[in-house]
């Protein structure tokens, strides 16, 4: 199920660049008007506005719907600690006196001594 959602959204996400890429700027029929270009196109003059707002607002509605079902899918699979909790936990230090002392309460080694 969520690979079918990461190739919809990634389908919505490459229609959205199209659309948006395909769409004219606001300052395009002034352009036009001055013999620049043919401003009818092939939907017509008013009818390529609508169609490609309302594919881009569709487009957009999946992206969304698909970005918000994908985040509450990870968030239910994959349950992990926080940085708190995975933390490991630290061993007392023991105080100064005691740790020259080592393990068998002898006095600390020195420089010169080599163990036997």
Not at 20 to 26: E, R, S, T
Not at 46 to 63: D, P
Not at 94 to 111: E, I, M, R, S
Request: a neutral charge; aromatic letters at 6%.
């Amino acid at each position: 199920m969520e690979i079918v959602l990461q190739v919809i959204h990634v389908v919505a996400v490459i229609s959205i660049i199209g659309l948006v890429l395909l769409q004219q700027g606001k300052g395009a029929d002034a352009g036009a008007a001055f013999g620049g270009g043919n401003s009818t196109g092939l939907f017509g003059a008013s009818g390529s506005a609508n169609f490609l707002s309302r594919a881009t607002a569709i487009a957009a509605t999946v992206f969304f719907c698909t970005s918000l079902a994908l985040t509450w899918i990870s968030n239910r699979t994959a349950r992990s600690a926080g940085v708190v909790e995975s933390v490991p936990s630290v061993p007392a230090v023991p105080a100064a006196g005691a740790a020259d002392a080592g393990a068998t309460g002898t006095a600390p080694a020195k420089a010169g001594d080599v163990p036997q």
